[in-house]
């Protein structure tokens, strides 16, 4: 599932070219995409209106309208978002079509069929699509340590687990929960409560730096983007540890080890990451 920094990557291509554009005609080919309201209702509602802005929170995406409404997007597995011009060959999972007054379309498409759309008034409370829900975003001001062992720091669950909760910290998932605890020198496995107030610190430093390092690495133009239809663009290369068990350290050379917690995947290395 795309994380925060692959959000906050499709945001940053998709917003430029939406911004000040009308919608002029929305296509649903997939009426369960829609969460809510009803399909019918949402491409009624969004017709004619101009959009002002495009944001993040967490995995989430909103696209804001004119008259205050906006559309809240999750992408999920196997969402993807695209700008493209009328006659670009169309993607085979493709549910949703908004034509915009500048000739181009924001196309919705998702193999798994996931992803969902929310459109809420202006003074709709959002009891829909979880979004009020989110904690923290890890790149705010008012992320620190003490945020951290406030939320955790009494918690017997293990410290990956608890980088998963999106009621907590929003955006962080199961690749760069595994990257931060790396950079952080601290084992996933290790409880929350046996933490130390150097390990917090540590963390909240190690958080927003390795978050905004993979933002800088998913950097793609328009054109690459569209050409890769929106797949391709991702960090792999620059991974340090998720996905590389078996496979030595590129710190100490010990070899990297796999490990299953709270039913996620996770690697780390046994010799950096010692468990107190």
């Known amino acids: 599932m795309p994380e925060l920094p692959e959000i906050e990557t499709v945001k940053s291509i998709i917003e430029p070219q939406i911004r000040g554009t009308t919608i002029k005609n929305t296509v649903v080919s997939q009426a369960k995409v829609i969460a809510y309201p009803t399909s019918s209702e949402f491409c009624e509602r969004i017709t004619g209106k101009k959009i002002i802005s495009m944001s993040r929170k967490g995995k ?68 829909y699509s979880g979004i009020d829900k989110l904690g923290i975003e890890p790149l705010s001001a008012d992320f620190n340590a003490e945020y951290l062992r406030g939320r955790f720091g009494k918690r017997k669950k293990a410290i990956k687990e608890c980088l998963l909760d999106q009621s907590a910290i929003a955006g962080i998932g199961n690749i760069y929960s595994d990257e931060i605890l790396f950079r952080a020198k601290i084992n996933p496995s290790t409880a929350a409560n046996s933490l130390t107030e150097k390990d917090w610190k540590r963390l909240a430093i190690e958080i927003p730096i390795c978050l ?32 590389h068990a078996g496979e030595p350290c590129p710190c100490c050379g010990e070899t990297l080890v796999r490990t299953v917690i709270g039913g996620r995947s996770s690697v780390y290395c046994p010799n950096c990451q010692k468990k107190p």
Not at 107 to 121: N, P, Q
Request: some cysteine; aromatic content about 12%.
């Open 60 to 127: 989430f995406l909103m696209i804001h309208l004119e008259n205050g409404d906006r559309i809240i997007l999750h992408l999920r597995m196997t969402g993807c978002l695209l700008v493209t011009p009328p006659d670009f060959p169309m993607q085979k999972h493709t549910h949703v079509i908004m034509q915009l007054s500048c000739g181009m379309e924001l196309r919705f498409s998702d193999t798994r069929r996931f992803g969902r759309f929310w459109l809420l008034k202006s003074d709709e409370k959002d009891g």
């Open 212 to 243: 905004r390092y993979f933002i800088k690495k998913n950097k793609i133009t328009q054109k690459d983007y569209l050409a890769a239809k929106g797949q391709d663009y991702r960090n792999t290369p620059f991974l340090q540890i998720y996905g």
